[in-house]
């Protein structure tokens, strides 16, 4: 059997799905590996160092034509790509159907398999093959260094001969694991964090980190329960969460937004008015930009300044740090994939697990029950 990874068209994404050491790993399982040329460049991995590790690189054309299993980060194959590859090949990546619907639509009809790990499911067994986890640890990390290089002061407190310079003052919204490692990463750069989410039950790993959790009094129709994700609350708790996090922002030098409810349009947890009145040279980071994002007036990919504060919208943080986020990337996808080899070296598409049941999209060209509509 022959796996191949493809070059990412997306002009933001730098990652690769394959890097030289889960290279070794597949040969190991016995299929070959092919490599489109420079696919790993962007990442830091040169194709010299890909056939060290006895892969083949190859032309484009070729790696779609030969490979049985193709992987990518989150690029979908348009009709260019389409029109080459072969019948019963197998796709897998993160392709982020709830924004991607319409693209994965145009693979409908084609005689191929399509499985996205956006919907692995949540279970202990799936952790190492959590490409959501782990590129939104990296993103939480990237984040804070995002947000210190924006910021025109130091973060830690600092005592020096001319003077005491005071620790900046961060919040973090959402404490999932972008949050968690938002938290901790400010911490060890000195700042005082505090950090807010509608689940109760993570205040203790809140302050485990070291950081300040902002508590919103829930009603009984709203208590929560040990939820893994977010869920949207009710217009009562809404208003009651919104003029908690005003209160603590206008105090803030960084806030780093996290917050996404899947399949739903990010709530928004900063108003214009809250911005407007806090400190100058405030600085804004929000990660649920995509989802429409947690702060008005973020706009996806760019800067934006109102008043005397700065709101950043990255585009794709993990890719900003591509070698160790493809390094992770990878190994989630091998340990998926790994599961599903058969003795007689193919890809049991037709198992019943449900690892595969709830991310397998599109089976032979047509839509199961997983595939979003929109």
């Given at each position: 059997m022959i796996i191949g990874t493809l070059k990412e068209k997306d002009e933001f994404e730098n990652r690769v799905s394959i890097t030289p050491e889960t290279c070794?790993?597949?040969?190991?399982?016995?299929?070959?590996?092919?490599?489109?040329?420079?696919?790993?460049?962007?990442?830091?991995?040169?194709?010299?160092?890909?056939?060290?590790?006895?892969?083949?690189?190859?032309?484009?054309?070729?790696?779609?034509?030969?490979?049985?299993?193709?992987?990518?980060?989150?690029?979908?194959l348009d009709e260019s790509d389409l029109k080459h590859i072969k019948n019963n090949t197998t796709i897998v990546g993160g392709f982020n159907p709830y924004e991607n619907f319409d693209k994965l639509k145009k693979i409908l009809g084609t005689k191929i398999n399509l499985i996205s790990l956006d919907f692995l499911p949540r279970i202990s067994r799936?952790?190492?093959?959590?490409?959501?986890?782990?590129?939104?640890?990296?993103?939480?990390?990237?984040?804070?260094?995002?947000?210190?290089?924006?910021?025109?002061?130091?973060?830690?407190?600092?005592?020096?001969?001319?003077?005491?310079?005071?620790?900046?003052?961060?919040?973090?919204?959402?404490?999932?694991?972008?949050?968690?490692?938002?938290?901790?990463?400010?911490?060890?750069?000195?700042?005082?964090?505090?950090?807010?989410?509608?689940?109760?039950?993570?205040?203790?790993?809140?302050?485990?980190?070291?950081?300040?959790?902002?508590?919103?009094?829930e009603?009984?129709?709203?208590?929560?329960?040990?939820?893994?994700?977010?869920?949207?609350?009710?217009?009562?708790?809404?208003?009651?969460?919104?003029?908690?996090?005003?209160?603590?922002?206008?105090?803030?030098?960084?806030?780093?937004?996290?917050?996404?409810?899947?399949?739903?349009?990010?709530?928004?947890?900063?108003?214009?008015?809250?911005?407007?009145?806090?400190?100058?040279?405030?600085?804004?980071?929000?990660l649920a930009s995509s989802a429409g994002g947690n702060i008005q007036g973020s706009k996806f990919g760019e800067q934006v300044s109102i008043n005397s504060s700065i709101i950043y919208a990255p585009r794709n943080l993990p890719s900003l740090i591509a070698y160790d986020s493809s390094l992770l990337f990878s190994k989630n996808i091998f340990n998926f994939i790994s599961n599903f080899i058969t003795e007689n070296n193919t890809f049991d598409i037709e198992t019943e697990d449900e690892l595969l049941l709830k991310t397998l999209l599109i089976k032979s060209g047509n839509k199961t029950k997983n595939f979003y509509n929109g």
């Open positions: 070794k790993n597949y040969l190991k399982k016995g299929l070959r590996v092919l490599i489109e040329k420079k696919s790993g460049v962007a990442a830091s991995f040169t194709d010299s160092t890909y056939e060290e590790h006895g892969a083949e690189v190859l032309e484009r054309e070729e790696v779609l034509k030969k490979a049985d299993i193709l992987v990518n980060v989150s690029s979908i799936a952790q190492s093959m959590d490409i959501l986890s782990s590129q939104a640890n990296l993103a939480g990390y990237k984040a804070v260094i995002e947000a210190s290089s924006i910021f025109k002061k130091a973060l830690p407190m600092m005592m020096t001969a001319a003077g005491t310079i005071i620790p900046a003052k961060c919040l973090i919204l959402g404490a999932g694991v972008a949050g968690l490692q938002a938290i901790a990463t400010a911490k060890r750069l000195g700042c005082i964090v505090f950090a807010f989410d509608v689940r109760p039950e993570v205040e203790e790993q809140v302050n485990s980190l070291g950081a300040k959790f902002i508590k919103v009094e009603e009984s129709e709203n208590e929560a329960s040990q939820r893994v994700y977010a869920k949207e609350m009710g217009k009562n708790y809404k208003k009651k969460q919104l003029k908690a996090i005003h209160d603590v922002a206008l105090d803030m030098d960084i806030i780093i937004s996290t917050a996404l409810i899947p399949g739903k349009k990010a709530p928004i947890l900063i108003e214009d008015k809250t911005i407007e009145q806090m400190k100058n040279g405030s600085i804004l980071i929000d």
